[in-house]
């Protein structure tokens, strides 16, 4: 039993998973799902979290639609990630198709027990993970609402770069690059720096430390954008040498880029079904060690024996036929300047049941909670509609 500020029980439950749905043979492991309880007369949502379940054990954790709703919460972590991973850690059986599997067992399990309504959502990997759930058992739950979830047609999806080159103003974005610029310009004096961060956290890497330089700084605007982090705290290019490094790393921390990256499970992922993002590095090129960041995640950031593992579109295509052909009830949050948005449904006609609302402004953050108050009631009255 846990603690918890909002829900009257908590619990953390361990469910036993076949490592492989079709076949019984490949073993089973237990899957770590946390449960907030607050009434067998409530409706249920379903979080098909997409990474390690770690922080919904803490006391202050409500998830939004729980409070919203006054609905009960089942927490499932993602399989291979933290206390839900198999041993033998075999990679083959990390497919999105298992986890779908896995989150159509953990319902039918707590079905019986909370027999209500029932709904799917989850955040950014997360929130591709509610879709791809949907479109495997699309009557398993009666409703979903993805937050900020792409949907990449490649390991190096395409349209990530377009979207930077874009996304804010002008004057924004030219800020932005000249301290990339900055940042490479003075690669001999940031180098020390870099090394013996790396060093005071034991970080590894494939590649050598100018390479880990360099993109550090091609991930900084994406993930600058990602996060929302205002553009007004970003140092001029007069700042000082410690004042650039320790920005550029609160921004985009070296250690995504490790060899054994708590990351690793998705990057697994990435390269094989679900689809990454790749760097526009022309802007740089002058002042690069790299010539170009094709293929980095594989050759940085797979485990050495899947370094060749080539991508299957059929999950993106399931998916998108999915939305395409049917009208599920489906509510999409996105923000307008995160860079996952270019590979979001936002291309998705609005149907009857298909929503798709864009905070304004909004980052990877964007919730129901944060759209404008028009759209909020918006949401709100469709919840309310399809929960009667």
């Given at each position: 039993?846990?603690?918890?500020?909002?829900?009257?029980?908590?619990?953390?439950?361990?469910?036993?998973?076949?490592?492989?749905?079709?076949?019984?043979?490949?073993?089973?492991?237990?899957?770590?799902v946390i449960v907030g309880h607050v009434g067998y007369d409530r409706p249920t949502i379903i979080v098909t979290e997409g990474y390690g379940a770690a922080y919904a054990l803490n006391p202050k954790y409500q998830e939004e639609l729980s409070k919203l709703l006054n609905a009960n919460l089942v927490f499932v972590e993602y399989r291979y990630f933290l206390e839900s991973?198999?041993?033998?850690?075999?990679?083959?059986?990390?497919?999105?198709?298992?986890?779908?599997?896995?989150?159509?067992?953990?319902?039918?399990?707590?079905?019986?027990?909370y027999p209500e309504k029932w709904i799917s959502t989850g955040i950014s990997k997360g929130g591709q993970t509610t879709m791809l759930y949907r479109a495997f058992f699309p009557d398993d739950v009666d409703f979903s609402v993805?937050?900020?979830?792409?949907?990449?047609?490649?390991?190096e999806d395409g349209r990530h770069e377009p979207f930077l080159r874009k996304v804010g103003t002008k004057a924004e974005r030219k800020k932005i690059q000249d301290f990339q610029l900055e940042v490479l310009k003075r690669?001999?004096?940031?180098?020390?720096?870099?090394e013996s961060y790396c060093k005071n956290k034991n970080l590894t890497?494939?590649?050598?430390?100018?390479?880990?330089?360099?993109?550090?700084?091609?991930?900084?605007?994406?993930?600058?954008?990602?996060?929302?982090?205002?553009?007004?705290?970003?140092?001029?290019?007069?700042?000082?040498?410690?004042?650039?490094?320790?920005?550029?790393?609160?921004?985009?921390?070296?250690?995504?880029?490790?060899?054994?990256?708590?990351?690793?499970?998705?990057?697994?992922?990435?390269?094989?079904?679900?689809?990454?993002?790749?760097?526009?590095?022309?802007?740089?090129?002058?002042?690069?060690?790299?010539?170009?960041?094709?293929?980095?995640?594989?050759?940085?950031?797979?485990?050495?024996?899947?370094?060749?593992?080539?991508?299957?579109?059929?999950?993106s295509r399931k998916i998108k036929g999915f939305l395409q052909k049917n009208d599920p009830k489906m509510i999409f949050i996105y923000g307008e300047n995160d860079?996952?948005?270019?590979?979001?449904?936002?291309?998705?006609?609005?149907?009857?049941?298909?929503?798709?609302f864009i905070q304004p402004g909004g980052s990877h953050l964007a919730r129901i909670s944060t759209l404008p108050e028009k759209e909020k009631e918006e949401v709100m009255k469709l919840l309310n509609e399809w929960l009667r």
């Open positions: 039993k846990l603690q918890s500020d909002y829900y009257p029980e908590k619990y953390v439950v361990r469910i036993t998973q076949q490592v492989d749905p079709k076949d019984p043979a490949a073993g089973t492991f237990t899957q770590r991973t198999p041993e033998p850690k075999n990679w083959d059986y990390l497919t999105a198709e298992n986890s779908a599997y896995d989150l159509h067992n953990v319902r039918n399990t707590f079905k019986q027990i993805p937050y900020v979830g792409p949907l990449c047609k490649g390991v690669k001999s004096d940031m180098l020390p720096l870099l890497f494939r590649i050598p430390m100018p390479e880990v330089l360099d993109y550090c700084v091609l991930e900084y605007s994406f993930a600058l954008w990602q996060w929302g982090t205002p553009v007004g705290s970003i140092p001029l290019p007069t700042a000082t040498d410690a004042e650039l490094i320790a920005h550029l790393l609160a921004i985009s921390d070296p250690s995504y880029f490790t060899t054994d990256s708590t990351n690793a499970s998705f990057f697994v992922q990435a390269a094989r079904k679900l689809g990454y993002y790749g760097y526009d590095t022309r802007p740089f090129k002058k002042y690069l060690s790299i010539k170009s960041g094709k293929g980095y995640l594989h050759r940085l950031m797979l485990p050495e024996e899947l370094k060749d593992m080539p991508f299957d579109k059929t999950l860079p996952w948005t270019a590979a979001g449904v936002t291309w998705l006609k609005e149907k009857k049941n298909i929503h798709v």
